[in-house]
């Protein structure tokens, strides 16, 4: 099993700033890729950003610029920091991992842009 310990959302003003922070445990021996996810209301879920094994990051275009990724003092740890937020960021960003193949989500820590 995986464990997802997700923080930092909240709700923040249009051009604010925010940091998400992620620990993941359990079976997480072997993770092949590690990052975020969000979905904003009546979307479907994207990639937000995500670092893979080899040390790569695959990051949206959308949010290039804006948002960065990075790995904590551990490998299972990961956070999100995000500049000059837009309302259209608002959404649930989830922090993500695939071990072995297989993916998995946590429950999601919703940010909330206002103008």
């Known amino acids: 099993q995986v464990h997802f310990v997700e923080s930092g959302g909240g709700s923040v003003q249009a051009g604010g700033f925010v940091r998400l922070f992620c620990v993941v445990s359990?079976?997480?021996?072997?993770?092949?890729?590690i990052g975020w996810y969000r979905q904003a209301p009546g979307m479907e879920r994207e990639l937000v950003a995500v670092i893979n094994s080899g040390g790569t990051t695959n990051v949206a275009d959308s949010v290039k610029g804006r948002f960065s990724i990075s790995r904590g003092n551990t490998q299972n740890t990961v956070s999100l920091e995000i500049y000059s937020l837009k309302p259209d960021d608002t959404a649930v960003y989830f922090c993500h991992i695939r071990t072995q193949g297989v993916d998995f989500w946590g429950q999601g820590t919703q940010v909330t842009v206002s103008s």
């Open positions: 359990g079976s997480t021996s072997d993770i092949n890729r």
